[in-house]
């Protein structure tokens, strides 16, 4: 079996079909490639092109819901990431860092078990090309009011 097809069929046991990447809110773009690496911008928890919750961890969303949060972001790296190597998963080689923000309250501690919502996705999916390096970290707010957002860099072979 190739990568791609494990790939796709990890996403498919796991009920995920990948979305169109998300439109940036903003003056970016959802990632640059260059010299054999994807810099993907943040993915906020959006689906269907809304966000799927919006609050703070430790005071209106719950460490479960922001869990589910992170997934969904990662989903949204996934579709930006298939998008970058033109559905050709054999291109992609690693992710190498996922970095993690949390809106939360300043007595919330638990940013990086929330981050392991993206992580355990991005690993189970890619398999040994999933796992990466990664910060995670508490944040007053984010765009949109969003609990949880989520970048990546990722090596990629020429097209």
């Known amino acids: 079996m190739s990568t791609s097809d494990s790939i796709a069929a990890r996403l498919s046991a796991e009920g995920i079909v990948l979305p ?4 940036p809110v903003a003056s970016y773009q959802p990632y640059v490639a260059m010299n054999g690496m994807v810099w993907v911008s943040g ?8 966000l799927v919750m919006t609050g703070l961890v430790g005071d209106t969303v719950s460490e479960a819901d922001a869990l589910l949060c992170a997934r969904q972001c990662a ?3 996934l579709a ?11 291109r992609l080689l690693r ?3 996922l970095g993690g923000f949390v809106a939360s309250t300043p007595d919330f501690v638990g940013q990086p078990k929330i981050i392991n919502g993206a992580s355990d996705l991005i690993g189970h999916v890619l398999g ?3 796992t990466h390096a990664r910060a995670a970290v508490g944040v007053a707010s984010l765009p949109l009011g969003a609990p949880v957002e989520v970048e990546a860099l990722a ?4 097209s």
């Open 20 to 23: 169109v990447p998300p439109t």
């Open 43 to 50: 993915q906020l928890p959006l689906r269907d092109g809304s």
């Open 75 to 77: 989903i949204n790296i």
């Open 80 to 90: 930006v990431l298939s998008a970058s190597v033109a559905g050709d998963w054999e």
């Open 95 to 97: 992710v190498v860092r």
């Open 128 to 130: 040994d090309r999933g």
């Open 155 to 158: 090596l990629i072979t020429a």
